[in-house]
T-cell receptor
Framework: EAGVTQFPSHSVIEKGQTVTLRCDPI?????LYWYRRVMGKEIKFLLH????????ESGMPNNRFLAERTGGTYSTLKVQPAELEDSGVYFC??????????????FGPGTRLTVT | RKEVEQDPGPFNVPEGATVAFNCTYS??????FFWYRQDCRKEPKLLMS???SGNEDGRFTAQLNRASQYISLLIRDSKLSDSATYLC???????????????FGKGTKLSVIP
């Protein structure tokens, strides 16, 4: 069974440009999450989809970040315009359920974003 | 105060040693607890869930003390392949109905030396 995949693995863009990250969850997983690790900090939650609906977007840093999951399959995270502080590793995770919070979340390999 | 705090590390131990990691969390409403392992430049992977009764998986033993809001991980007979960063992770209820989000510690780096 294929795991969570993310594209691209690495992106280098200039400040003010736009970048779109993609995540393909494990097939059949309704729950999809985005996390981010900024250098020197812990991994932080950004948002949670259940199918195509945003269940919780309390971790999104500001309105320069837009996440979508049309059709409830893959998800995209767009940063527009990118700022220097957006550099970091963006992880996507998926799980079968979310109920009591005990469902395992499987992580993708991450997209390393560098804004110069 | 950080939501999940871990030993700063790094821990450098010889093969065969026993090593213990500690973690505290601040949100008393936390629902579930995990240790994840992250190899250099890789994604986090679930090592084990942590239960109040304590649980063991081979050389790994995890313990949870809800009253003290404290989580531990013990690795016995360390192997070279155990070298990684160990992340203490707590699952808390999110702002959306039925939503949960993982809250991570910064991680403790373990190097097992031949």
């Amino acid at each position: 069974e294929a795991g969570v995949t993310q594209f691209p693995s690495h992106s280098v863009i200039e400040k003010g440009q736009t970048v779109t990250l993609r995540c393909d969850p494990i097939s059949g997983h309704d729950n999809l999450y985005w996390y981010r690790r900024v250098m020197g900090k812990e991994i932080k939650f950004l948002l949670h989809f259940v199918k195509e609906s945003k269940q919780d977007e309390s971790g999104m840093p500001n309105n320069r970040f837009l996440a979508e999951r049309t059709g409830g399959t893959y998800s995209t995270l767009k940063v527009q315009p990118a700022e220097l502080e957006d550099s970091g590793v963006y992880f996507c995770a998926s799980s079968q359920g979310s109920g009591t919070g005990s469902y395992e979340q499987y992580f993708g390999p991450g997209t390393r974003l560098t804004v110069t | 105060r950080k939501e999940v705090e871990q030993d700063p590390g790094p821990f450098n131990v010889p093969e065969g040693a026993t090593v213990a990691f500690n973690c505290t969390y601040s949100n008393s409403a936390s629902q579930s607890f995990f240790w994840y392992r992250q190899d250099c430049r890789k994604e986090p992977k679930l090592l084990m869930s942590v239960y109040s009764s304590g649980n063991e998986d081979g050389r790994f033993t995890a313990q949870l003390n809800r009253a003290s809001q404290y989580i531990s991980l013990l690795i016995r007979d360390s192997k070279l392949s155990d070298s990684a960063t160990y992340l203490c992770v707590v699952n808390i209820r999110g702002s959306g109905a039925g939503s949960y989000q993982l809250t991570f510690g910064k991680g403790t780096k373990l190097s097992v030396i031949p």
